[in-house]
């Protein structure tokens, strides 16, 4: 018998497989001329893939059973806590993420690498944290996250983000890639009489392409701090990778130009298509109440031009805009925006990210604000994390020294996540540029 979490996975890819094979006979049987043999054939894929799946989840169930068995008979050694037996299956911490926190731990303590750290977690009564299908690159001591703490760390990091905070949809890519049709133009509809023709109906079509796209950091973490096995320190160590990570995603979902490599960013979507001409605008008039509320109905007034409800829209925006429109006063010295003090803006919610700069310009002194409908945002995922540690490699710090983790004591976390971002409308998004707001 497989190790639970490799049947557990390959009852995912077997269900996956069922469901292409599933879609694969739906649309043959759409289409109006469908060729028999076709038919046939598509059929016996999708019964062979039924009959697979079938099989992974009978295994995965009888491993349960005999994982469920092994744990009722556990006897645990004397002297060691109740809650914590030192079996084969680690007990989950009860905080989303914990278990990261101490993976890393462990690997940091066994420097980078994996069989060590195994032999570290047994010890420590944690003989489930490492197992064998978490191995991407023993020798370079890098690991695949299992599924269920990436989908923890993942649901931690989403919020954390400003871009996934505001709900965009999610959508898994197991094949690093998706393809989707996007409408460009609506039908022709119009009125006559019984003897005239009726206008031509039909859509035209853009395509939303996602391809997964590497992102990668590197955090450094006191060995001092590692040595210290604690929940203090797996917390501690699990934030910092999120916020890290959080970062470094928005700031590509955001701003990113699009490369080979690289997010196109939620600015750059509209480039190079007709809503540029009505959804890039510039900012108009002074700083005074009347001029920003005009500009900020501009941005709204994009979004309902091109049917997208702007009531369910999401701000974005500089901590130095923020400030701007939280401390601006009308005539009366009567807040403007009073309501910025609980995160919204004219009704809508309003995230500040320091990813939004404020030094854009010929005069380095303009900045942007961003006007979202999360409903029209698609963001696709690829496999989990994968992590790798190492206390003997070299990195540069934020000033671009090189710096050494040998002798600055330190360990060196890799983390590498991939996904893509895209619009399923692009008109819903609207941009404000040359915004000059600031306080005095």
């Known amino acids: ?5 490799d049947l557990r996975r390959a009852r995912k890819a077997a269900a996956e497989d069922m469901q292409a094979k599933a879609d694969a006979l739906t649309s043959i049987e759409d289409q109006e001329s469908a060729d028999d043999a076709a038919l046939q054939g598509a059929q016996a894929a999708f019964d062979a ?17 005999v994982e469920a068995a092994s744990a009722s008979a556990a006897v645990p050694e004397p002297g060691s806590e109740p809650d914590a037996p030192r079996g084969s299956a680690i007990a989950q911490p009860k905080e989303k993420g914990l278990q990261f926190g101490a993976m890393l731990r462990t690997l940091a303590a066994a420097g980078g690498n994996v069989h060590t750290a195994r032999v570290i977690a047994e010890e420590n009564g944690q003989s489930g944290l490492f197992s064998a299908q ?7 001591g890098g690991f695949l996250v299992p599924e269920d ?7 931690l990091l989403r919020p954390a983000s400003v871009v996934t905070a505001m709900g965009p949809r999610i959508v898994p890519m197991p094949d690093g890639n998706l393809t989707q049709n996007r409408r460009a133009s609506g039908a022709n509809f119009g009125y006559g009489d019984e003897g005239t ?17 590497k992102m990668r950091g590197i955090i450094p973490i006191s060995n001092d701090l590692l040595r210290t096995a604690s929940t203090a320190v797996d917390r501690m160590v699990r934030d910092d990778a999120i916020a890290d990570a959080a970062q470094i995603q928005d700031r590509y979902f955001l701003r990113g130009a699009g490369t080979e490599f690289a997010p196109k960013g939620l600015r750059f979507q509209l480039l190079g298509t007709a809503a540029a001409a009505t959804n890039i605008l510039a900012m108009t008039g002074g700083t005074n109440v009347q001029a920003v509320n005009s500009n900020l109905g501009r941005m709204e007034l994009a979004l309902a031009n091109a049917n997208v409800p702007y009531a369910g829209a999401h701000w974005i925006m500089s901590p130095r805009t923020a400030m701007f429109l939280t401390n601006l006063v009308d005539g009366n010295g009567n807040k ?43 963001i696709g995922e ?16 934020d000033n671009g020294q090189l710096q050494s983790s ?21 008109p819903a998004v609207a941009v404000m540029t040359g915004v000059t707001w600031a306080d005095q």
């Not at 893939?49 to 059973?65: L, P």
């Not at 995160?343 to 700069?357: A, C, D, F, S, Y």
Request: aromatic letters at 4%.
């Open 382 to 397: 690829h496999m989990g994390i994968t992590i790798a540690m190492s206390d003997q490699a070299a990195y540069r710090d």
């Open 336 to 378: 403007a925006f009073p309501e910025m003090a609980s995160g919204q803006l004219r009704r809508k919610p309003v995230h500040v990210t320091t990813e939004m700069p404020s030094n854009l310009g010929a005069g380095g002194n303009e900045s942007e604000i961003m006007l979202v409908h999360p409903m029209h945002v698609v």
């Open 49 to 65: 893939a039924k009959a697979a799946f079938d099989k992974a989840n009978r295994q995965v169930k009888r491993a349960e059973e």
């Open 406 to 426: 040998f002798s600055r004591d330190e360990t060196l976390m890799r983390m590498i996540m991939q996904h893509d971002l895209g619009l399923r409308h692009l």
């Open 149 to 155: 703490v990436s989908s923890e760390v993942i649901e």
């Open 134 to 140: 978490n191995v991407s690159s023993a020798a370079a």
């Open 197 to 213: 023709d009726a206008p031509v109906t039909g859509y035209t079509y853009g395509q939303m392409k996602l391809s997964a796209k």
């Open 1 to 5: 018998m497989g190790d639970i979490n």
